[in-house]
Nanobody, 117 residues
Framework: VQLVESGGGLVQPGGSLRLSCAASGFTFSMYDMRWYRQAPGKERELVAIITSAGGRTNYVDTMKGRFTISRDNAKNTVYLQMNSLQREDTAVYYC???????????WGQGTQVTVAS
């Protein structure tokens, strides 16, 4: 099983980035997918969720209207489009897969997002 994030980097405040997470080794379409992030000195926090069936989405309040999670089951990939980035969005962003019908969970290795001028 692998979850490989990409798309992180350095961006100026107000800028945008799109993160990708490529999955392999499990039936991607059957898993709920989430993005988490962890800022320096802080606990890991949930950013957004997209369900397996129907692709329903949900976001933490501070990300609503700025971040969009989506998935392409044909490509086994989940995305996080991040707009209007703020310095407070600086963190390592992690992809997470969860089997909604069982205990299986997987994590990616993370991708660094730095928002600075």
């Amino acid at each position: 099983v692998q979850l490989v994030e990409s798309g992180g980097g350095l961006v100026q405040p107000g800028g945008s980035l799109r993160l990708s997470c490529a999955a392999s080794g499990f039936t991607f379409s059957m898993y709920d997918m989430r993005w988490y992030r962890q800022a320096p000195g802080k606990e890991r926090e949930l950013v957004a969720i997209i369900t397996s069936a129907g692709g329903r989405t949900n976001y933490v309040d501070t990300m609503k209207g700025r971040f969009t999670i989506s998935r392409d089951n044909a490509k086994n990939t989940v995305y996080l489009q991040m707009n209007s980035l703020q310095r407070e969005d600086t963190a390592v962003y992690y992809c997470h897969a969860r089997d909604p019908g069982g205990p299986l969970k997987y994590w990616g290795q993370g991708t660094q997002v730095t928002v600075a001028s």
